[in-house]
Structure formats: structure tokens, C-alpha cells
């Protein structure tokens, strides 16, 4: 993220724990992939349907 005026830094940094927070990365930082049920391609975490099959991510649901 760029910031351009230094004002803004803080919201800016903000900004990132907020999405951090929603969005787990491994220990290098590299997003969390799942793995698809249908064909058992590895998606990477943002994509919501598998790129090979379109199958929909399953999430996991606490009941």
C-alpha cells in the first residue's frame, strides 16, 4: 500500500491489521490455499470457486 500523504500513515496501517485480521497468512505471510473437493486442486484463499472445476469453496461452518 502506497500512502502519499504521512498523515494518513496510521489509517493506512489500520487499514492492514484490519484485513490481516480476516485474511490468515502461514509464517512466510503467503495467504492460506485450500483444497478443492471436487478435484482436489489447490485454490489460493481468495477465490471463492476452484479455478479447475468451478466447484464453490466449502467453508466450514461452526453450528
Known amino acids: ?3 502519499l ?5 496510521d ?5 492492514i491489521r484490519r484485513y490481516e485480521a ?7 505471510g503467503a495467504h492460506v490455499a ?5 478435484c ?3 485454490v489460493d ?3 471463492e470457486i476452484c479455478w479447475n472445476c468451478h466447484t464453490p469453496h466449502a467453508h466450514e461452518t461452526t453450528p
Open 45 to 47: 484463499e481468495g477465490f
Open 5 to 9: 500523504d504521512p498523515e494518513k500513515v
Open 40 to 42: 482436489s486442486e489447490e
Open 11 to 15: 489509517r493506512a496501517i489500520e487499514i
Open 1 to 3: 500500500m502506497w500512502v
Open 22 to 28: 480476516h485474511h490468515p497468512t502461514t509464517e512466510g
Open 34 to 38: 485450500w483444497t478443492c473437493p471436487g
